[in-house]
């Protein structure tokens, strides 16, 4: 058995989520734990001596399953009182002391402000003997100031900005992360940068609404600056964001995706419905047809840009005629994919509380109305690739049935995940590498590129990428990088010389 102190940090929600989640696991190592997956199977323990649950408030069943989750620790806690078990994320910044009433075993609670504070906490509550329980109600610390274990060699996330000034009836988002915090356009550039000097290809721009960044520092056109900005730096192939308001999106952001080479032609849009009446009570500041307008501006300048989106069925008072509007736009659309969802009850949100709370029943047959017309215009869009090139930067594994067909995968520049074979005597890439292959079909969910099978082009092109997954093979999780320190902070910019025509990447 090692004697090393192992942890385990387990993920729920989005890409916020996950981001946070790779300080805390270099807050871990910093603290002298190592990643229970490193340890050699044969002499891993079944449960790492801390457990960190990072929680999501926002999805259904988001409670059930936390509690569910820690139920099934319980056995082990009790085998091994020196076991230790962390809640934090937006579920411990909304429930609190609850989640020690209800599940005692736990030995400390943090929230989404505070994440750099976990291993104070474990040893607090080693120390005491008892459950810590700390919930800040404001940021002090931003989470790319800390320590990272980051679990792609090629791909990371960069936070610009924490919080969300929007009141949407149906989000606890606001309440959990606060107002909204930019982050100075310097040091998210010097992160990227730092990012790209270690071998990362891909960068992924985070915040609750990407494209309100600037409103703390009084720059509206922050955010296109921001990603000519990226497009100077050298060796970055792709960058993406996620995720914008449809409110706050404007003209230079379209110009900027479209005259920076290397962002992608790919852009997350939330519809939430097509209903205006809905919108309204959703507090959405936007419409349907200002909707539909951005996706004609971004179409007219990205050609083949792949478009995405968030949608809610039934909300509270929806009617059939609401609906039919929500099909409609999602019809006009051409959305390449859709993360749809069944309206559920978020206590603490003002939809909790409206009147006209639809059925289980009802909500059920539009949900599978809406899904099987997505799946038509999914299934259609990804057929007009049938005989096209794309380029697909290659990852780990990305197709469940990859081993059975000898395939590998990877993501195009759009986004789409892509299954390509690799020709007798080809050259197989790495991960991390950039592959050129031919479309031969496109299913509802992924494209299938066998054309090197028929004598079609297949090119690889060797990346930093690639290099920096290959040096970690020999890491002790294999392809994942060891901790990097954080980098500077929150806040308006501090005064500058620059002109305010000026690039972000001089701030």
Not at 41 to 64: S, Y
Not at 96 to 109: E, G, H, L, N, S
Not at 341 to 356: L, N
Not at 466 to 476: K, P, S, V
Request: glycine letters at 8%.
């Amino acid at each position: 058995m090692t004697t090393q102190r192992t942890y385990d940090v387990r993920t729920h929600g989005c890409q916020m989520n996950v981001h946070d989640s790779e300080r805390l696991a270099g807050l871990l190592e910093t603290a002298g734990y190592v990643d229970l997956a490193s340890i050699p199977a044969a002499v891993r323990p079944a449960t790492a001596d801390v457990v960190v649950f990072n929680t999501c408030a926002v999805r259904e069943n988001a409670d059930n399953k936390l509690y569910g989750n820690l139920g099934q620790l319980r056995p082990a806690k009790t085998a091994n009182p020196d076991l230790q078990i962390a809640v934090g994320g937006c579920m411990a910044q909304k429930d609190r002391d609850t989640i020690v009433k209800r599940a005692p075993w736990v030995d400390v609670v943090f929230g989404t402000h505070n994440i750099g504070s976990l291993p104070v906490l474990l040893d607090r509550a080693r120390h005491n003997k008892r459950a810590e329980v700390e919930i800040l109600e404001s940021l002090e610390t931003f989470p790319s100031t800390l320590p990272t274990r980051r679990d792609s060699a090629y791909a990371a996330w960069v936070s610009i900005s924490v919080g969300c000034n929007n009141t949407c009836t149906f989000c606890i988002v606001p309440s959990l992360r606060g107002k909204e915090q930019d982050r100075r356009p310097g040091d998210i550039l010097a992160e990227v940068q730092a990012l790209v000097d270690q071998g990362v290809i891909e960068i992924t721009l985070l915040g609750q609404n990407v494209n309100t960044y600037g409103v703390e520092f009084g720059d509206k056109g922050a955010f296109a600056k921001l990603l000519r900005a990226c497009g100077e730096i050298d060796g970055l192939e792709r960058v993406r964001f996620t995720s914008p308001h449809p409110a706050a999106f404007t003209d230079d952001v379209i110009e900027a995706m479209a005259q920076t080479p290397n962002v992608m032609p790919q852009l997350h849009m939330p519809l939430q419905s097509g209903s205006d009446r809905v919108l309204k009570a959703m507090r959405r500041s936007y419409r349907s047809e200002k909707f539909l307008g951005i996706l004609d501006k971004v179409r007219a300048q990205i050609p083949d840009a792949a478009i995405t989106t968030d949608l809610i069925v039934g909300f509270p008072g929806e009617t059939e005629e609401d609906f039919a509007q929500t099909l409609r736009v999602v019809e006009a659309s051409r959305f390449s994919s859709a993360f749809t969802f069944q309206y559920s009850i978020r206590p603490g949100t003002p939809a909790a509380t409206m009147e006209g709370q639809v059925t289980k029943a009802v909500v059920q047959e539009r949900f599978d109305r809406l899904i099987a017309l997505q799946e038509d215009v999914s299934w259609a869009e990804n057929r007009r690739f049938e005989g096209r090139e794309v380029e697909v930067l290659v990852a780990p594994f990305e197709g469940r049935k990859d081993g059975e067909t000898a395939r590998m995968s990877g993501r195009a520049q759009d986004n789409r995940l892509v299954h390509f074979s690799v020709p007798d005597g080809g050259e197989r890439p790495r991960p991390g590498d950039l592959v050129t292959v031919g479309v031969t079909y496109g299913a509802p969910h992924h494209l299938v590129a066998d054309g090197a099978l028929e004598g079609g082009r297949y090119a690889v092109r060797r990346t930093p990428g690639g290099d920096a997954w290959e040096r970690l093979q020999t890491a002790a999780v294999p392809g994942k990088p060891e901790v990097s320190l954080g980098m500077p902070s929150v806040g308006a910019p501090a005064p500058s010389s620059v002109p305010s025509g000026a690039a972000c990447a001089s701030s």
